[in-house]
């Protein structure tokens, strides 16, 4: 019985390592790419566009406006822009799922 015994401890500890690796792995919906709005400044120029993203790494953008800095009408044509980025991101969005 003693012989049997420390193959089983050993079978028991392999399986409560792989139960743990298991429960602390990240699910794989965590990985899927997301699509967020965002803005930069480039030259002088605001630019409004939808990334892709995944675990912090842009795998592609769709620009949707280019406002010159010195725009008059700078606010409106922003949040015009940041409302059809956001629009466009959750139409990008609901078709991944």
């Given amino acids: 019985m003693r012989v049997l015994a420390l193959p089983a401890v050993l079978l028991v500890a392999v399986l409560l390592v792989a139960l743990l690796l298991a429960a602390f792995r990240r699910p794989a919906l965590d990985r899927l790419p997301d699509w967020e ?3 930069e400044l480039q030259d002088g120029v605001t630019v409004v566009f939808v990334r892709q993203v995944t675990d912090g790494l842009e795998l592609g953008r769709h620009v949707v406006a280019e406002i010159p800095a010195d725009a008059s009408d700078w606010e409106t044509r922003y949040h015009e822009a940041m409302a059809a980025a ?7 969005r609901s078709e991944t799922d």
Avoid: Q
Avoid at 86 to 92: C, E, H, K, V
């Fill in 37 to 39: 709005a965002a803005t």
């Fill in 86 to 92: 956001r629009s466009r991101a959750a139409a990008l």
